[in-house]
């Protein structure tokens, strides 16, 4: 089982990263998948989720209306579009992957709720 995510990287304040996450080694298209963040003294934060189909998304209200999770699973690859990054979006983004079924809207946050994770890609905003 592998979730890669790459992608991350060093962007002015108001830019844009897209990340991405493969995924390998389990059935894709069963699985809800997250993004979390996590910035020096700070606990993990739930950013976004995606459920197995794709059909919904979830943003914690720090990112709404700015960042866009969406995945094609024929290619077992997430996405998480970010647009108007500010200083306070830094952090190292991780992916994860949850059983669709143990993940719902009001506990997507949760990083228990996922069995398999990647190894994360830092992101940072810095002009």
């Known amino acids: 089982v592998q979730l890669q995510a790459y992608g991350g990287g060093l962007v002015q304040p108001g830019g844009s990263l897209r990340l991405s996450c493969a995924a390998s080694?389990?059935?894709?298209?069963?699985?809800?998948i997250g993004w979390f963040r996590q910035a020096p003294g700070k606990e993990r934060e739930g950013v976004s989720y995606?459920?197995?189909?794709?059909?919904?998304?979830i943003y914690a209200d720090s990112v709404k209306g700015r960042f866009t999770m969406s995945r094609d699973n024929a290619k077992r690859t997430v996405f998480l579009q970010m647009s108007s990054l500010k200083p306070e979006d830094t952090a190292v983004y991780y992916c994860?992957?949850?059983?669709?079924?143990?993940?719902?809207?009001?506990?997507?946050?949760?990083?228990?709720?996922?069995?398999?994770w990647g190894q994360g890609t830092q992101v940072t905003v810095s002009s």
């Open positions: 994860a992957a949850g059983p669709h079924y143990r993940i719902s809207s009001s506990d997507y946050y949760r990083p228990d709720k996922y069995r398999y």
């Open positions: 080694g389990f059935i894709f298209d069963y699985y809800a």
């Open positions: 995606i459920s197995n189909t794709g059909s919904s998304t």
